[in-house]
């Protein structure tokens, strides 16, 4: 079965700083993988998406994603943090197969950028 | 114009109450979902329909009955309402079933507190 893992559950950071947001992901062939992301009160919006092609995935709000397959990993980075990046972050893959359509999420990670 | 819209946005209830929840998107799309999400902010998704046909439908309780009545509608009627139902419960859609590049969009949430 697919499945995402965000190994931190917050993240703080200085504004203007560069941020990381960690996940870790397993499947059974290509993996299909999205960043959203969930201010508070609200639902959750689509960041970024890999799903073939270049490993630097570049997606809204200034975010980009680098997929490695030797590490399994798709974290998403920013350069420079803005205090109005704080939120709930949730990657996320795509199941294939007869499942085709279901997101599994990750478990989550807070990020909070201070002034 | 909101995409995708879930009434009401917070639900008060007694135990043993039976409650619904409505969403629409004017997207157009085929999918629509619904998700949710516990106090620990994990996302689960519950159901899953496609041009009014039931296609996930994960392990959750049948005191949950979800009712596609078009493929703009999916609503979610919940018998018998228990504490542990409390939670926030998103609805969502995309375009395809089986697009695994599809996007999902969200509606803004339902708060639900079974009291």
């Known amino acids: 079965a697919q499945s995402v893992a965000q190994p931190e559950d917050q993240v703080n950071v200085a504004e203007g700083n560069p941020l990381t947001v960690k996940c870790t992901y397993s499947v059974s062939g290509n993996p299909y993988l999205f960043w959203y992301v969930q201010y508070p009160n609200r639902g959750l919006q689509f960041l970024l998406k890999y799903i073939t092609g270049d490993n630097l995935v570049k997606g809204s709000y200034g975010f980009e994603a680098e997929f490695n397959k030797s590490q399994t990993s798709f974290h998403l980075k920013k350069p420079s943090a803005l205090v109005s990046d704080s939120a709930l972050y949730f990657c996320a893959v795509r199941e294939t197969g007869n499942q085709g359509g279901k997101l599994i999420f990750g478990q989550g990670t807070e990020l909070s950028v201070k002034p | 114009d909101t995409a995708v819209s879930q009434t009401p946005k917070y639900l008060v209830t007694q135990m043993g109450n039976d409650k619904s929840i409505k969403c629409e998107q004017n997207l157009g799309h085929d999918t629509m979902y619904w998700y949710k999400q516990d106090s620990k902010k994990f996302l689960k998704i519950m159901f899953s329909?496609?041009?009014?046909?039931?296609?996930i439908n994960e392990t959750v309780p049948n005191r949950f009955s979800p009712k596609s009545p078009d493929k703009a509608h999916l609503n979610l009627h919940i018998n018998s309402l228990e504490l542990g139902d409390s939670a926030v419960y998103f609805c969502a859609s995309s375009r395809l079933l089986r697009g695994t590049n599809e996007k999902l969009f969200f509606g803004s949430g339902t708060q639900l507190s079974v009291l």
């Open positions: 329909y496609n041009n009014k046909e039931l296609i």
